[in-house]
Every structure is written in C-alpha cells, then in structure tokens.
C-alpha cells in the first residue's frame, strides 16, 4: 500500500461493525481472518460463527439496544459473541476478568446487562461460573432452563456457559452450550438480517469499562461509525498491512489494544493472531510459525516477557517489521534494539476515544518515534490546555489534552456529573499531561493525577520512571508519592528487576541522584516480582508503601 498518501485524502468509510466484516468477508472470505494456535477461522467461518451467535441470542430475547455481557478469557467466541451482538443492533459489554464478585455486580447492574455469557475454560484469572456464583448468589435456585429471577433492579435474566467440553456438568443457573444452540434453532438468518439492516451507524456496538483509582469503573458507549474509522484509519494512516499478513494482537479481548487491531486487520483482508494465555515461549513459536508481520505487545510487562525468554535469540523473526509499545524512551529504546529488523512505533488513546486516536508513522525519525505518539488520526483535533484557566497552550507546553472529533464518544453511561466535568464547549478532557511538536506530534508525560508535589513543586512520576528505566538492571519501575510531614509527598519507586540482575536501593538512588533534580530522587526503592494489574496497567494505589520511619 502507497504509504505517501496523505491521511486526509482517503474516503471516509462509516457502517455498522457487522456490514463492515461482511463486505470484507465478501472481498476474503477464503483468507485467514482469526488465529490462535491451534485454531482458525476464514472470513467466511467467522461470519458463519458470528450469526450462530447472533441466532441464540435472539432465541433467548436479545434485540436492538439490549446489552450482552462477555466474560470469557481470550477465544473464539469471544469475538464471535461480540459480533453476533452487532448482527443484532444489541451492546456487547467486554467485562475485565480480572474483577471480583463485587466489581462484576456492579457492571452488571450498572449497564443493565441482560444476558451474560461466559465460559468454564479456567483462565489465568479466574473460575468465571464460580466468580458469577458469588457475585449472585440466588442463581443457585434458578429453574432449569428459565429465565433468572433477581432482584427487581437487575435486568439479567440469563447466564451463559460456552463450554469446552461436551460433557461438561449443569451449573446450577447456567444454560449450558447445547441449551444456547437450542435457543437460537427456531431463529433464521433472515431474521438476523432484518435487524441488522436497522441499526443506525451512531448507535452504540460496544461498552467498554474503564477502570478507575477509587471510585467504581465508568461505562464507554462506542458506537459503530466511530469503531470502524478508527479500525480503517490504524490500517490506512499506520499500519499499510495487507491480505497476506498477520497481526499478533494477544491482549485481552475485553480491552480495545485487542479489538481495535481486530478491526485494523478487517479493513485489509488481514489475519489477527491471539491467544488464550499469554505465555512467551508459546507467543515466539506463534510469531514464528505465521510469520508474523506486525506485533501489539503493547506494554513492557508483554515485551520484556519476549525478549527474556530463552528461545528470543533462536526465534525466526525476520518477517516481522513492525511493533508497537507504549513505554519510557529508554525502555523503548532497548525494545528497538531488541527488534532491530522491525520499526517501533508508539501510540496515544484512551477508550473514551475509541481506543488509540495517535500511532507514529513508520517514516518518522528513530527519536520521534521514541520521544512522540505521532500525529492525531485524520478527522481528530487535539489541543494543549492549562487545566486552572483552561486556556490553549503552545507548542512545548504541558497541560491537560483535549480532544474532539468523530472518535470521541459521547460520555459516561448513567453518570451526568462525570459528564459535567469531562467536557468542555466540545472538547473532551482526557486528564493526560502532554505537549505538542511543532509540527503537531503528541508528548505524553503521564496523567495529572499522577503528578507528585514535593515542597510545592510538580513531579511528574513519569520522568523518574524513564530515568530509573535506563539503569541496565531495572525491568519495569513505578514511581508514587509518599506523604511527607515537610515536603507534602516525595517520590518512592517500586522496581522490578531484570532475570538474574542484581542492584540495591541505594544504587539506584544514586543513579537518580547523578541526573535528577534533588526533590526529584526517590526517597526509597521498594523491590517487587509481581505488580497489582488491570487489564495491562499497573495499579498504581494498590501499590503498598511501608511506614516511612
């Protein structure tokens, strides 16, 4: 693909996310469309699956507007369900697995889910029958085969286990596959059809939940125009694949670092590779085996995994030419050198503007692509703004970064007040601090409210972090604020060392201390192997920070 087009010049391309994998699935309906290993779907047997789906779910109820929670880890009918629910004009609601009883009750509640699937395939989180059982646990009493009966505040009336086995036992409150493949037998195509043809492009397909600090997470309607062009402005400004790669994407599928490679790869005839676990030996024999053109880690927890393992050095990766992280500049620059056949590129998004608006352009400089996001997507303005006088700023300035445009969702489900706060005369607020290029490239800097204030200064954790991230030892480092009776806060970092590394605290505060402003240096260093997760973040207030004296 000509990659000197410019961005603005190509055609605007807006439908619902199902007629987009149908005309799509019309041009590649032969070509791989999903991998996993040891699994596959064409374009035409995923849209065969995805009205399978689409059938029992209307066989059980489900129509235009209604919401339809997945709760699986990583597979198939995860995607299938998600699209089956497109078919239908219905909101596929992806839940984080890695939450609790009481999180997954307040979702539940909270976007009016009346049917939830899930599966009973044991996933690096959690039992999902189990965990529903907690949340509800008067399901244990529901007829078999009947609707549920809850509370009269909750809308659920039916829980779905996509089982691996066919002779897998009941779960009391559960109908099992063969009782789902039932429901839709009496529902034809044809009548998938007549309400696929009826959802509007602005109506939401898809609600992700974001996760908050404190307070419970918030509901992100997407809607369909907004999806599929930010799926064919990834490929068609960015990524330039074509009908014969693969895209290795194996974040979880209930984030949009999953779903919106999926809808990259739809736009090209590509193939999106996943898998059910993340394991690193098995991710470098995928890349490998598919000849992998473009890889999604994303985040550093994924990469380090890959270039720590011990095959990394033996594994065939010539094919690959691209990856994508968000990390430090110095963390990026090891993952280049780690890759030197491939081009790192950077990204900027957040959900609430349908996943990524910013990827750096393959033709950008090494240090723009390290220091940068890239440019804003076509059709996507962003602005610079002090967030005290919510005044514009120049170019080199931090502040606040607001967008608008047509990825911008149109805000929080059943929360007026965040609403309230979040936008301003059109523009959305992201709480991200950054800057602008000269020439328009985005500069992330961290979030506002992760910004530490140290004797009246401003710390952005961020800068730390990239600076510790240079010390050969150090694998992953995050930086928080610890209260100080004379300075307010000062910094601490919690530090993940490298396989067989070893460094102490007071190395790596001198290391800070021979570049860093002194109100900047860690005041102590905290030695961690496992990190406090969402999705693919770390959760940086679950963070323990031990009594300072």
């Known amino acids: 693909m000509d990659t000197t087009t410019h961005p603005a010049s190509h055609r605007i391309h807006v439908s619902t996310l199902a007629d987009y994998l149908l005309s799509r699935a019309d041009q590649y309906g032969g070509r791989p469309l999903l991998i996993f290993p040891d699994q596959r779907h064409t374009y035409d047997e ?59 009750a307040y979702v539940v509640e909270n976007a009016d889910l009346k049917v939830l699937v899930t599966s009973d395939h ?20 529901a007829a078999p085969g009947q609707p549920l009966q809850l509370a009269e505040a909750e809308k659920l009336r039916w829980l779905v286990n996509l089982s691996d086995a ?30 696929r043809v009826k959802v509007r492009v602005e109506q939401a397909a898809i609600m992700m939940y974001t996760s908050g600090t404190t307070a419970n997470p918030k509901g992100c309607p997407l809607g369909h125009g907004l999806l599929v062009r930010n799926g064919v402005n990834m490929n068609r400004e960015r990524y330039f694949l074509t009908e014969q790669d693969v895209f290795w994407a194996p974040l979880p599928m209930f984030h949009m670092s999953s779903i919106l490679p999926f ?68 963390m990026l620059r090891r993952f280049q050198n780690a890759f030197p056949q491939a081009v790192q590129t950077g990204a900027y998004g957040l959900t609430e503007a349908g996943g990524v608006i910013a990827y750096n352009h393959p033709r950008e400089s090494l240090e723009e692509r390290l220091e940068t996001c890239g440019k804003p997507f076509s059709g996507v303005d962003v602005q610079i ?54 020439d328009g490239a985005i500069c992330y800097h961290g979030r506002i409210k992760d910004m530490l204030k140290v004797g009246g200064e401003n ?25 100080d009776d004379r300075l307010q ?61």
């Not at 066919?166 to 309400?195: H, W």
């Open 459 to 483: 710390v952005a954790a961020l800068e730390i972090e990239s600076h510790l991230a240079k010390h050969p030892a150090v694998k992953l480092a995050q930086v928080i604020g610890r209260a």
């Open 489 to 549: 806060e000062v910094p601490v970092a919690f530090i993940e060392l490298n396989p067989g590394a070893e460094v102490d605290e007071r190395a790596l505060i001198a290391h800070c201390k021979d570049q860093l402003a002194s109100f900047k240096v860690p005041r102590a260093v905290y030695f961690v192997t496992e990190w406090p997760m969402s999705s693919t973040k770390v959760q940086k207030f679950k963070l323990q920070v031990p009594d300072a004296g």
């Open 385 to 438: 703004t002090d967030p005290e006088t919510l005044q514009a700023l120049p170019a080199g300035q931090r502040g606040e970064m607001w967008i608008k445009g047509y990825s911008v969702f149109d805000g929080y489900h059943k929360a007026p007040e965040k609403n309230a706060e979040s936008f301003h005369q059109g523009w959305f607020r992201t709480g991200d601090l950054c800057s602008l290029t000269a």
């Open 166 to 195: 066919a002779d897998a036992p009941a779960i009391p409150g559960f109908l099992s596959t063969a009782e789902f493949i039932q429901a839709g037998e009496g529902v034809s195509r044809l009548e998938v059809d007549e309400l």
């Open 46 to 104: 995923f849209v065969a699956a995805a009205y399978a789906r689409a059938r029992c779910l209307h066989g059980l109820g489900v129509g235009a507007g209604d919401y339809v929670g997945i709760l699986m880890a990583n597979c198939m009918p995860y995607l299938e369900v998600l699209m089956g629910c497109s078919l239908l004009g219905a909101v596929a609601v992806p839940v984080n697995a890695r939450y609790k009883a009481l999180e997954l």
């Open 263 to 330: 809808l990259c790869c739809i736009d090209a005839g590509a193939a999106m590779s996943s898998m059910t676990h993340i394991e690193a030996g098995e991710a470098l024999r995928m890349l490998a085996r598919d000849r992998v053109a473009v890889a999604f880690p994303a985040f550093p927890t994924v990469t380090n995994e890959l270039i720590n393992h011990p095959d990394f050095a033996a594994t065939d990766l010539s094919n690959l030419r691209r990856i994508n992280n968000v990390a430090p500049v110095e």
């Open 122 to 141: 044991i996933s690096e989180y959690a039992n999902f029958p189990d965990l529903i059982s907690q949340a509800f646990p008067q399901i244990g009493n």
